[in-house]
């Protein structure tokens, strides 16, 4: 104490001297006060005192240097400081800690231990550490990593250390401006397997699953060139960490006020944070959300249904839509008849609440395992290579269903043997006789089917034309229903508009998130539009194509219901400064196979042949794993039999992606389609939009100047500067040599689809044909940057924005 006193006593007499501005470290003869900070050697990190909004109360914290509103680190958030004379200092025995003016103690780190010569310094990592300055080694006497706030930070460990006792989980804040702990905190919940959780207070409201020695079974494979994961579990420590492998790029893992767990970044000379992913992705993350036995399954409706041999266990309940009761099983377990088991495949596993876990059982010694105690309701292994065993005993909470790409896990539920003699098809043809009741007793069924009545009833009272007429192979749903899922079609929930209207982000009352296009009352083509979408893309498949829903009619009112995209379009990113550096080459690749696989699709492997004629990068829709759906449909036509072109005298699409007999003379085929994509090639390499593209030595658009570096040998000139450390050279000349290729000026030159997916995709091809010359890449003269080729054609242009 009389060290206390005498370093409280010189820092009151003296602060100037003592001051510690814009130095990384602190000794115990110096201070930090209010106005003045430490500062890490590399500008990245600041630590002093501030006061969140409008409050009267200081705290020690920790935030970006570039982002001074970004708190990373809270050290008193239980006692906030009201003095502003307080500071901050360290001594031998208690390490950092807080005096206000009044010569007291407000927080301290309660350390045990002494150093002979402490200092403590603001590492550029964001870790405040102190240390003995007389060791050699590099070790901490105490660092702030151990007690995080709300942020993960790179190289921040978050979990268990068994040895030191130390728990290390992030809690979040009380509300935007108080820091102080908040309900909500996220941790490992180390129970023989390895899991982290999300709860509120004492209630969990998201967990992640049991590591199975790939990735935690609950949560879609994250793969990001820019996040590199670590998860260690040892005898000493359990811990997830992670580093950023994009110098230019920080990242942060925070937990907000609200619960949700989001990755955000930021790159070098931006001013705001970009969201990579929430980790509660949808509403079948929310805990336990069907209730014991019950499985939730995002992609159908209702998303909540009972696990194979299971019912509600309340009739009433669950055609309200109320799960939390959950399910019983149908046929009650007898010990003393057979049993089996029955396999559902790609689930998160259930909650581990009641069970066992053996380590060197494998699969099919499990199964025996299980069978040996009439209690075991399901087994699974827990490793993804196929070792390891988890039983289960009693109720299984919180299942869910992924999609096949998401999930390796698979799980075993016990049922009788007179139960599963049944056949799945059986069981499955039950299975959709509840849903189907359920659905009835709702009243959504009989919504359905009333709007359908009405629709056929009006279309004939109208005395439309026979494409009116034809049967619409789509769900329909109720006008109210989509007014309410948009908030009644409100400006916050517009996400993007075109030439058939506006759409918008709506979220169905089962929690389904929906994009919904609805056309405009002063479109002139957009009932055309409509009614060629609706019968085209309602009989394509395929994973690169954006999946239409439903659609709804009602009067006047068109509305067509996709599948919400959440990370919008590709224009969204590749055009932008900021964004476009989280699509580095490897991710720009996969998004070039996929578009193209959608579209060799559409012209060869679809019942029908497709021609797009707006293929564009805010037509291309990026899905929460950034994997490409090309979208919109209304001005596709399809072609039959042997048909290999048509000619329209109503050019309609957009400027800067149709082909030279597209825009010149109405003529279209497969060639013009591949045409738009080779514009898209070389805009996804470059980041450039090839209409207005401008360069100080020439007048040329992207193709011709892309056109003339290729001449030059200079091809890789053409790349976005950002993929320079990502980039596959080989890949990146081969884009542009096909993107080359696909927009040469005359048809006949071009390859098809069946042509070019190989040329891209396949090593093997070493030789591709020497591209001629582009269409529309004439220079322009200097007076004229903006000029378009000429039609005596009508043309009708498509906004370029997300649909």
Not at 93 to 114: E, H, K, L
Not at 520 to 540: D, H, P, R, T, Y
Not at 756 to 765: Q, R, Y
């Amino acid at each position: 104490m009389k060290i206390l006193a005498f370093i409280f006593f010189r820092c009151c007499l003296f602060p100037g001297l003592y001051s510690a501005s814009a130095a990384d470290t602190l000794a115990p003869t110096q201070s930090v006060r209010n106005g003045s900070t430490l500062v890490s050697s590399g500008q990245t990190f600041e630590l002093g005192f501030f006061s969140p909004g409008e409050s009267n109360d200081y705290y020690l914290g920790i935030w970006y240097k570039s982002f001074p509103d970004t708190v990373v680190w809270v050290g008193n958030r239980e006692k906030p400081v009201t003095d502003s004379q307080a500071f901050l200092n360290i001594s031998s025995t208690v390490y950092p800690f807080i005096f206000d003016g009044q010569n007291t103690t407000v927080w301290s780190t309660n350390s045990s231990g002494a150093a002979k010569n402490p200092v403590a310094q603001l590492l550029d990592s964001g870790n405040f550490v102190v240390k003995d300055a007389d060791e050699v080694t590099e070790s901490y006497l105490w660092e702030s990593f151990d007690f995080p706030s709300d942020t993960q930070l790179a190289g921040m460990k978050l979990g268990r250390n068994f040895k030191t006792g130390v728990n290390r989980c992030l809690t979040a804040w009380k509300g935007v401006n108080d820091p102080s702990p908040g309900g909500f905190t996220f941790g490992v919940d180390d129970i023989g397997l390895t899991q982290f959780v999300l709860r509120e207070g004492t209630e969990k409201r998201f967990q992640t699953g049991p590591w199975n020695g790939n990735r935690f079974s609950g949560l879609p494979l994250q793969v990001s060139p820019l996040i590199k994961h670590f998860f260690v579990v040892d005898t000493e420590e359990v811990y997830n960490m992670y580093e950023v492998m994009d110098k230019s790029a920080i990242s942060r893992f925070t937990v907000n006020e609200s619960g949700l767990l989001q990755r955000l970044v930021s790159y070098e000379n931006t001013s705001e944070w970009t969201n990579m992913y929430t980790m509660q992705n949808d509403k079948c993350d929310d805990y336990a959300r069907c209730g014991p036995n019950g499985i939730c399954k995002i992609n159908q409706t209702p998303i909540c249904e009972c696990l194979e041999g299971f019912v509600p266990r309340s009739e009433r309940e669950w055609p309200v839509l109320n799960w939390t009761g959950g399910c019983v099983r149908r046929t009650p377990l007898d010990c003393q008849k057979r049993h089996g088991f029955l396999k559902i495949e790609n689930v998160k596993l259930p909650d581990l609440l009641d069970f066992k876990f053996e380590e060197r059982l494998n699969l099919k010694d499990c199964r025996a395992e299980c069978l040996k105690n009439c209690s075991c309701t399901a087994y699974a292994n827990s490793n993804h290579n196929g070792s390891g065993c988890i039983m289960w005993f009693g109720n299984l909470i919180d299942t869910r269903e992924f999609i096949e790409e998401q999930s390796e896990q698979d799980i075993y539920i016990r049922l009788p043997a007179s139960e599963i003699r049944k056949g799945d098809s059986i069981w499955k043809s039950r299975r959709t006789v509840i849903i189907v009741a359920t659905s009835m007793i709702s009243g959504l069924l009989a919504l359905v089917l009333a709007c359908w009545y009405m629709v056929c009833k009006y279309q004939r009272k109208k005395k439309e034309s026979q494409s009116n007429k034809e049967d619409i192979e789509l769900p329909l749903f109720d006008f109210v229903t989509i007014a309410s899922a948009t908030d009644n079609f409100s400006d916050s929930n517009k996400i993007g508009k075109g030439g058939f209207g506006l759409v918008y982000k709506g979220e169905l009352f089962k929690g389904q998130e929906i994009a919904v296009k609805r056309l405009s009352s002063n479109s002139q083509q957009g009932v055309e539009q409509f009614k060629n979408e609706v019968a085209m893309i309602s009989k394509l498949q395929h994973r690169n194509l954006v999946r239409l829903l439903g659609c709804c009619i009602k009067r006047d009112e068109r509305v067509l219901i996709y599948e919400f995209m959440p990370n919008r379009s590709l224009n969204y990113f590749i055009f932008d400064e900021t964004r476009r550096k989280l699509l580095t080459w490897p991710k720009r690749f996969e998004i070039i196979m996929g578009i193209s696989r959608g579209l060799l699709y559409l012209h060869q492997d679809s019942r029908l042949r497709i021609i797009h004629r707006d293929l564009k990068a805010s037509n291309v829709l990026l899905d929460s794993e950034l994997n490409p759906k090309i979208s919109d449909f209304g001005i596709a036509k399809m072609f039959g039999g042997d048909q290999v072109e048509a000619k329209t005298k109503r050019v309609v699409g957009t400027y800067g992606y149709m082909s030279p007999e597209y825009a010149i003379d109405g003529k279209f085929s497969v060639k013009s389609d591949v045409f738009s994509l080779g514009v898209l090639l070389l805009e996804i390499v470059s980041g450039k939009r090839n209409r207005g593209f401008n360069h100080p030595d020439h007048y040329h658009n992207l193709l011709g100047h892309a056109w003339l570096l290729w001449n030059d040998g200079k091809a890789m000139e053409l790349m976005d500067p950002c993929l320079e450390d990502s980039c596959v050279e080989a890949q990146v000349v081969r884009c542009i040599q096909v993107g080359l290729l696909c927009v040469q000026k005359h048809v006949a030159d071009r390859p098809t689809m069946s042509n070019v997916v190989p040329m891209l995709g396949n090593k093997e091809i070493t030789t591709l044909p020497p591209p001629k010359e582009p269409g529309f890449y004439v220079e322009r003269s200097s007076g004229d940057t903006n000029a378009e080729p000429l039609t005596e054609n009508e043309v009708t242009l498509t906004m370029e924005e997300g649909r």
